[in-house]
Nanobody
Framework: HVQLVESGGGSVQAGESLRLSCAAS????????LAWFRQAPGKGREGVAI???????NYADSVKGRFTISKDGAGHTLYLQMDSLKPEDTAVYYC?????????????????WGRGTQVTVS
């Protein structure tokens, strides 16, 4: 059973940076796609960044050039470096893992989700 635990959220001023982490367990190294999604108040959950089994990545247009997704060598810690944060980045950020994915659309097949971490930008 895949378990995901996010950390690193907080409250920052516009223009500042945060790095989110997601500790993942319960799956075989390199066999899962990993992604960050977010959900702002009153809005649906949207894909932010995704990294697949061969380390190809994709980003939402709204974060390209500002956010960077990465993982450690074993693939058990996922990161999201967020720079030049904007108030519209305010949301709960969720880590996700899936056995298959389509990175161009950020589609995840049978994803597992973490509980989320709040990011507030003012």
């Amino acid at each position: 059973h895949v378990q995901l635990v996010e950390s690193g959220g907080g409250s920052v001023q516009a223009g500042e940076s945060l790095r989110l982490s997601c500790a993942a367990s319960g799956y075989t190294d390199g066999k899962y796609c990993l992604a960050w999604f977010r959900q702002a108040p009153g809005k649906g959950r949207e894909g932010v960044a995704i990294i697949d089994k061969v380390d190809d990545t994709n980003y939402a247009d709204s974060v390209k050039g500002r956010f960077t997704i990465s993982k450690d060598g074993a693939g058990h810690t996922l990161y999201l470096q967020m720079d030049s944060l904007k108030p519209e980045d305010t949301a709960v950020y969720y880590c996700a893992a899936a056995p298959a994915c389509i990175i161009l659309t950020m589609f995840l097949l049978h994803p597992e989700w973490g509980r989320g971490t709040q990011v507030t930008v003012s």
